[in-house]
Protein backbone atom coordinates (compact mmCIF):
# COMPACT_ATOMS: atom_id res chain seq x y z
CA UNK A 1 0.00 0.00 0.00
CA UNK A 2 2.42 2.36 1.06
CA UNK A 3 4.42 1.49 -2.68
CA UNK A 4 1.32 2.25 -4.53
CA UNK A 5 1.13 5.42 -2.50
CA UNK A 6 4.82 6.05 -2.94
CA UNK A 7 4.44 5.14 -7.06
CA UNK A 8 1.20 7.44 -7.48
CA UNK A 9 3.07 10.46 -5.58
CA UNK A 10 6.07 9.97 -7.79
CA UNK A 11 3.87 10.13 -10.99
CA UNK A 12 2.16 13.06 -9.76
CA UNK A 13 5.16 15.11 -9.83
CA UNK A 14 6.46 14.02 -12.99
CA UNK A 15 3.37 14.70 -14.84
CA UNK A 16 3.74 18.59 -12.86
CA UNK A 17 7.14 18.94 -14.37
CA UNK A 18 6.59 17.98 -17.33
CA UNK A 19 3.81 20.66 -17.82
CA UNK A 20 5.75 23.02 -16.19
CA UNK A 21 8.92 22.57 -18.77
CA UNK A 22 6.48 22.65 -21.81
CA UNK A 23 4.58 25.66 -20.27
CA UNK A 24 8.22 27.43 -20.35
CA UNK A 25 8.85 29.80 -23.28
CA UNK A 26 12.11 28.60 -25.03
CA UNK A 27 12.18 31.40 -27.67
CA UNK A 28 12.03 34.87 -28.33
CA UNK A 29 11.29 36.89 -31.36
CA UNK A 30 14.02 39.67 -32.21
CA UNK A 31 13.34 42.21 -34.87
CA UNK A 32 16.40 44.80 -36.09
CA UNK A 33 14.72 48.12 -37.95
CA UNK A 34 17.17 50.27 -39.38
CA UNK A 35 16.70 52.50 -42.13
CA UNK A 36 16.60 50.77 -45.13
CA UNK A 37 15.88 46.89 -43.49
CA UNK A 38 13.91 45.43 -41.03
CA UNK A 39 14.87 41.72 -40.26
CA UNK A 40 12.84 39.18 -38.02
CA UNK A 41 14.29 36.64 -36.50
CA UNK A 42 12.90 33.62 -34.24
CA UNK A 43 16.02 33.01 -31.01
CA UNK A 44 16.24 30.57 -28.51
CA UNK A 45 17.46 30.92 -25.15
CA UNK A 46 21.17 30.03 -26.24
CA UNK A 47 21.41 32.73 -28.70
CA UNK A 48 20.86 30.46 -31.51
CA UNK A 49 19.17 32.30 -34.36
CA UNK A 50 16.63 29.54 -35.52
CA UNK A 51 15.12 31.57 -38.13
CA UNK A 52 15.39 34.60 -40.41
CA UNK A 53 13.35 36.82 -42.73
CA UNK A 54 13.94 40.60 -44.00
CA UNK A 55 11.91 42.82 -45.74
CA UNK A 56 12.73 46.71 -46.52
CA UNK A 57 11.88 49.20 -44.03
CA UNK A 58 10.38 51.98 -46.63
CA UNK A 59 6.99 49.84 -46.88
CA UNK A 60 5.29 52.48 -46.34
CA UNK A 61 5.39 56.28 -44.58
CA UNK A 62 2.40 55.57 -42.81
CA UNK A 63 3.76 54.20 -39.37
CA UNK A 64 0.40 52.13 -38.56
CA UNK A 65 0.61 50.25 -41.78
CA UNK A 66 4.25 49.62 -41.26
CA UNK A 67 3.84 48.27 -38.16
CA UNK A 68 1.27 45.93 -39.91
CA UNK A 69 3.42 45.02 -42.28
CA UNK A 70 6.11 44.14 -39.35
CA UNK A 71 3.35 42.18 -37.39
CA UNK A 72 2.36 39.53 -40.88
CA UNK A 73 6.33 39.25 -40.78
CA UNK A 74 6.45 37.92 -37.22
CA UNK A 75 3.51 35.62 -37.28
CA UNK A 76 4.23 33.67 -40.50
CA UNK A 77 7.78 33.55 -38.90
CA UNK A 78 6.49 32.37 -35.63
CA UNK A 79 3.89 30.11 -37.21
CA UNK A 80 6.51 28.22 -39.05
CA UNK A 81 8.80 27.43 -36.42
CA UNK A 82 7.11 26.34 -33.42
CA UNK A 83 3.99 28.87 -33.33
CA UNK A 84 2.52 31.17 -30.80
CA UNK A 85 3.31 29.27 -27.80
CA UNK A 86 6.52 28.76 -27.19
CA UNK A 87 7.16 32.59 -28.15
CA UNK A 88 8.00 34.43 -24.48
CA UNK A 89 7.78 37.90 -25.52
CA UNK A 90 9.48 40.02 -29.08
CA UNK A 91 12.59 42.63 -29.07
CA UNK A 92 12.44 45.48 -31.42
CA UNK A 93 16.02 47.15 -31.65
CA UNK A 94 15.50 50.62 -33.85
CA UNK A 95 17.90 53.88 -33.59
CA UNK A 96 16.18 56.34 -31.32
CA UNK A 97 13.83 53.86 -29.42
CA UNK A 98 13.19 54.32 -25.77
CA UNK A 99 13.56 51.29 -23.64
CA UNK A 100 11.64 52.71 -20.46
CA UNK A 101 8.59 54.37 -22.68
CA UNK A 102 8.76 51.76 -25.39
CA UNK A 103 8.22 54.92 -27.80
CA UNK A 104 10.73 56.10 -30.73
CA UNK A 105 11.90 59.27 -30.12
CA UNK A 106 12.00 61.83 -32.73
CA UNK A 107 14.19 59.79 -34.63
CA UNK A 108 16.69 61.50 -37.42
CA UNK A 109 17.17 58.37 -39.71
CA UNK A 110 14.08 56.77 -39.96
CA UNK A 111 10.53 58.29 -42.02
CA UNK A 112 8.86 58.31 -38.72
CA UNK A 113 8.72 61.81 -37.22
CA UNK A 114 7.96 62.58 -33.78
CA UNK A 115 7.12 60.50 -30.52
CA UNK A 116 6.07 56.87 -31.63
CA UNK A 117 4.37 53.87 -29.27
CA UNK A 118 5.78 51.59 -31.49
CA UNK A 119 6.21 48.71 -28.55
CA UNK A 120 2.06 49.52 -28.12
CA UNK A 121 1.36 49.30 -31.15
CA UNK A 122 2.95 46.03 -32.03
CA UNK A 123 1.89 44.42 -28.94
CA UNK A 124 -1.78 45.20 -29.36
CA UNK A 125 -1.37 43.76 -32.70
CA UNK A 126 0.32 40.46 -32.00
CA UNK A 127 -0.76 39.96 -28.49
CA UNK A 128 2.97 39.05 -26.99
CA UNK A 129 4.88 41.34 -24.43
CA UNK A 130 6.98 43.64 -26.88
CA UNK A 131 10.36 45.24 -25.40
CA UNK A 132 11.61 48.07 -27.94
CA UNK A 133 15.07 49.76 -27.16
CA UNK A 134 17.65 51.92 -29.12
CA UNK A 135 19.95 50.12 -31.12
CA UNK A 136 23.26 50.72 -28.61
CA UNK A 137 21.39 49.62 -25.79
CA UNK A 138 20.28 46.55 -27.57
CA UNK A 139 23.60 45.65 -28.99
CA UNK A 140 25.51 45.97 -25.38
CA UNK A 141 22.98 43.41 -23.92
CA UNK A 142 23.97 41.40 -26.83
CA UNK A 143 27.32 41.67 -26.68
CA UNK A 144 26.91 40.91 -22.73
CA UNK A 145 25.27 37.98 -23.32
CA UNK A 146 26.62 36.58 -26.18
CA UNK A 147 29.81 38.27 -27.31
CA UNK A 148 32.50 40.45 -26.51
CA UNK A 149 31.58 42.15 -23.11
CA UNK A 150 30.49 38.64 -21.79
CA UNK A 151 31.97 38.45 -18.27
CA UNK A 152 32.55 42.60 -18.12
CA UNK A 153 30.49 44.47 -15.18
CA UNK A 154 31.64 48.04 -16.43
CA UNK A 155 32.18 48.71 -20.45
CA UNK A 156 31.09 51.21 -23.24
CA UNK A 157 29.33 49.68 -26.14
CA UNK A 158 30.13 52.45 -29.32
CA UNK A 159 28.13 51.96 -32.77
CA UNK A 160 29.84 53.49 -35.88
CA UNK A 161 27.94 53.69 -38.74
CA UNK A 162 25.35 56.04 -39.81
CA UNK A 163 25.25 57.51 -37.01
CA UNK A 164 27.06 57.07 -33.41
CA UNK A 165 25.44 55.65 -30.68
CA UNK A 166 26.20 54.33 -27.14
CA UNK A 167 25.20 52.35 -24.18
CA UNK A 168 27.31 51.82 -21.38
CA UNK A 169 26.85 48.79 -18.34
CA UNK A 170 27.56 49.75 -14.80
CA UNK A 171 28.28 47.11 -12.12
CA UNK A 172 26.73 44.35 -14.24
CA UNK A 173 23.70 46.96 -15.77
CA UNK A 174 23.11 49.15 -18.36
CA UNK A 175 22.74 52.68 -17.44
CA UNK A 176 19.88 54.11 -19.04
CA UNK A 177 19.13 57.22 -17.52
CA UNK A 178 15.93 59.03 -15.98
CA UNK A 179 14.15 59.52 -19.23
CA UNK A 180 15.90 56.55 -20.98
CA UNK A 181 18.82 58.53 -23.04
CA UNK A 182 21.52 57.82 -21.11
CA UNK A 183 24.90 57.29 -23.75
CA UNK A 184 24.25 59.77 -26.53
CA UNK A 185 28.09 60.77 -26.91
CA UNK A 186 26.90 61.15 -30.97
CA UNK A 187 25.18 64.39 -29.89
CA UNK A 188 27.56 65.90 -27.89
CA UNK A 189 29.31 68.69 -29.11
CA UNK A 190 32.52 68.09 -30.49
CA UNK A 191 33.29 71.42 -32.86
CA UNK A 192 31.38 74.57 -31.57
CA UNK A 193 29.30 75.96 -34.42
CA UNK A 194 30.66 72.78 -36.59
CA UNK A 195 28.17 70.42 -39.22
CA UNK A 196 24.82 70.77 -38.78
CA UNK A 197 23.32 67.59 -37.29
CA UNK A 198 19.76 66.07 -38.17
CA UNK A 199 19.21 65.94 -34.48
CA UNK A 200 18.99 69.79 -34.93
CA UNK A 201 22.46 70.30 -33.01
CA UNK A 202 25.62 71.80 -34.55
CA UNK A 203 29.15 69.95 -34.24
CA UNK A 204 27.89 67.00 -32.78
CA UNK A 205 30.37 64.06 -32.40
CA UNK A 206 28.52 62.02 -34.85
CA UNK A 207 29.37 64.60 -38.02
CA UNK A 208 32.41 63.55 -37.62
CA UNK A 209 32.73 59.94 -36.34
CA UNK A 210 29.71 58.17 -38.88
CA UNK A 211 29.72 57.47 -42.38
CA UNK A 212 28.16 60.22 -43.04
CA UNK A 213 31.49 62.69 -41.05
CA UNK A 214 34.35 60.62 -42.66
CA UNK A 215 32.94 61.32 -46.39
CA UNK A 216 32.38 65.03 -45.60
CA UNK A 217 35.91 65.16 -43.81
CA UNK A 218 36.87 63.46 -47.05
CA UNK A 219 35.09 66.49 -49.37
CA UNK A 220 36.55 69.08 -47.31
CA UNK A 221 39.82 68.30 -47.50
CA UNK A 222 39.45 67.72 -51.55
CA UNK A 223 38.20 71.15 -51.93
CA UNK A 224 40.87 72.99 -49.52
CA UNK A 225 43.79 71.57 -51.28
CA UNK A 226 44.74 70.68 -54.98
CA UNK A 227 47.12 67.54 -53.46
CA UNK A 228 47.33 64.73 -55.89
CA UNK A 229 45.36 61.79 -54.74
CA UNK A 230 43.48 58.83 -55.50
CA UNK A 231 40.47 60.12 -53.51
CA UNK A 232 39.76 62.64 -56.63
CA UNK A 233 39.39 59.35 -58.89
CA UNK A 234 36.03 58.26 -57.15
CA UNK A 235 32.70 58.94 -58.25
CA UNK A 236 30.72 57.53 -54.83
CA UNK A 237 33.09 58.52 -51.91
CA UNK A 238 32.31 55.56 -49.33
CA UNK A 239 34.18 54.82 -46.44
CA UNK A 240 35.29 51.21 -48.18
CA UNK A 241 36.81 53.52 -50.37
CA UNK A 242 38.60 55.69 -48.48
CA UNK A 243 40.41 52.61 -46.52
CA UNK A 244 40.92 51.28 -50.12
CA UNK A 245 43.15 54.19 -50.68
CA UNK A 246 44.77 54.24 -47.26
CA UNK A 247 45.96 50.84 -47.79
CA UNK A 248 47.02 51.62 -51.23
CA UNK A 249 49.15 54.55 -49.23
CA UNK A 250 47.19 57.06 -50.04
CA UNK A 251 48.40 60.49 -48.23
CA UNK A 252 45.18 62.24 -48.11
CA UNK A 253 42.84 59.01 -47.39
CA UNK A 254 45.25 58.42 -44.56
CA UNK A 255 44.99 61.77 -43.32
CA UNK A 256 41.00 61.63 -43.38
CA UNK A 257 41.39 58.56 -40.94
CA UNK A 258 43.68 60.24 -38.61
CA UNK A 259 41.19 63.40 -38.19
CA UNK A 260 38.14 60.56 -37.48
CA UNK A 261 40.63 58.82 -35.18
CA UNK A 262 41.50 62.36 -33.50
CA UNK A 263 37.91 63.18 -32.78
CA UNK A 264 37.11 59.70 -31.85
CA UNK A 265 39.74 59.10 -29.31
CA UNK A 266 38.91 62.77 -27.69
CA UNK A 267 35.29 62.20 -27.06
CA UNK A 268 35.87 58.82 -26.04
CA UNK A 269 38.42 59.79 -23.60
CA UNK A 270 35.70 62.38 -21.95
CA UNK A 271 33.55 59.33 -21.62
CA UNK A 272 35.69 57.11 -19.90
CA UNK A 273 37.32 59.49 -17.79
CA UNK A 274 33.53 59.97 -16.49
CA UNK A 275 32.72 56.15 -16.50
CA UNK A 276 35.52 54.47 -16.00
CA UNK A 277 35.44 51.26 -18.12
CA UNK A 278 37.15 48.24 -18.38
CA UNK A 279 36.69 48.25 -22.11
CA UNK A 280 35.34 49.74 -25.04
CA UNK A 281 33.60 47.79 -27.37
CA UNK A 282 33.00 48.71 -30.85
CA UNK A 283 30.18 47.53 -33.41
CA UNK A 284 29.41 49.10 -36.89
CA UNK A 285 30.16 49.35 -40.50
CA UNK A 286 32.96 51.93 -39.63
CA UNK A 287 34.86 49.09 -37.41
CA UNK A 288 35.91 47.76 -40.47
CA UNK A 289 38.28 50.75 -41.10
CA UNK A 290 40.41 48.64 -38.58
CA UNK A 291 44.13 50.29 -37.70
CA UNK A 292 43.70 53.51 -39.82
CA UNK A 293 40.85 54.37 -37.68
CA UNK A 294 41.79 52.96 -34.59
CA UNK A 295 45.46 53.27 -34.03
CA UNK A 296 45.10 57.15 -34.12
CA UNK A 297 42.09 56.84 -31.96
CA UNK A 298 43.54 55.12 -29.02
CA UNK A 299 46.91 57.65 -29.06
CA UNK A 300 44.84 60.35 -28.52
CA UNK A 301 42.50 58.72 -26.29
CA UNK A 302 45.52 57.89 -24.06
CA UNK A 303 46.67 61.13 -24.37
CA UNK A 304 43.79 62.83 -23.09
CA UNK A 305 41.91 60.27 -20.82
CA UNK A 306 42.12 61.04 -16.99
CA UNK A 307 45.87 59.66 -15.68
CA UNK A 308 44.84 57.30 -13.27
CA UNK A 309 43.11 55.17 -15.45
CA UNK A 310 45.20 55.81 -18.78
CA UNK A 311 46.36 52.15 -20.15
CA UNK A 312 43.41 50.69 -18.47
CA UNK A 313 40.68 50.87 -21.04
CA UNK A 314 40.59 47.67 -23.84
CA UNK A 315 39.78 48.88 -27.23
CA UNK A 316 37.98 46.15 -28.66
CA UNK A 317 35.47 44.98 -31.72
CA UNK A 318 32.65 42.84 -31.35
CA UNK A 319 33.15 39.00 -32.09
CA UNK A 320 29.56 38.71 -33.33
CA UNK A 321 28.38 38.35 -36.84
CA UNK A 322 27.36 41.53 -38.35
CA UNK A 323 24.58 40.40 -39.93
CA UNK A 324 23.04 39.22 -36.25
CA UNK A 325 24.37 41.71 -33.92
CA UNK A 326 21.44 43.40 -34.21
CA UNK A 327 18.31 40.34 -33.93
CA UNK A 328 20.37 39.30 -31.38
CA UNK A 329 20.80 42.42 -29.18
CA UNK A 330 16.97 42.44 -29.84
CA UNK A 331 16.23 38.84 -28.42
CA UNK A 332 17.91 40.11 -25.31
CA UNK A 333 15.92 43.24 -24.92
CA UNK A 334 12.94 40.36 -25.67
CA UNK A 335 14.03 38.59 -22.44
CA UNK A 336 14.29 41.66 -20.07
CA UNK A 337 10.78 42.19 -19.78
CA UNK A 338 7.96 40.01 -18.41
CA UNK A 339 5.98 38.12 -20.48
CA UNK A 340 2.67 38.54 -21.72
CA UNK A 341 0.60 36.33 -23.76
CA UNK A 342 -3.26 36.53 -25.05
CA UNK A 343 -2.02 32.73 -26.21
CA UNK A 344 -1.25 30.97 -22.39
Known amino acids: MADSKILTIFVAVMQELFMIRNTLKTKVVGVDISSDRTTVAVVDVRGNIIAKDAFPTATSP ?47 NLPWKGVVPIAAMLQDRIGLAVALGNNAHARALGEHAYGSAHGLKDFILITLGNGMGSCFYSNGVPHLGKD ?75 EVMRRTGEMLGIGLATYASIVNPEAIIFT ?30 KFLVSALAEDEMDVLGASALAWEIEEYSLFK
Not at 69 to 92: F, K, N, P, Q, W
Open 62 to 108: NIADYASVLCDHIVTLVEAHGGYESIRSVGVSISSGNFRTGFLSNSP
Open 284 to 313: GSVTHAGDWLFTPAKETFDQHVFHNIRGKT
Open 180 to 254: GFAGEIGHTCAVRDGRQCGCGAKGCLEMYTSTRGIILTAREMLEESDEATMLRGIETLTVPAIVFCCEKGDAMAI
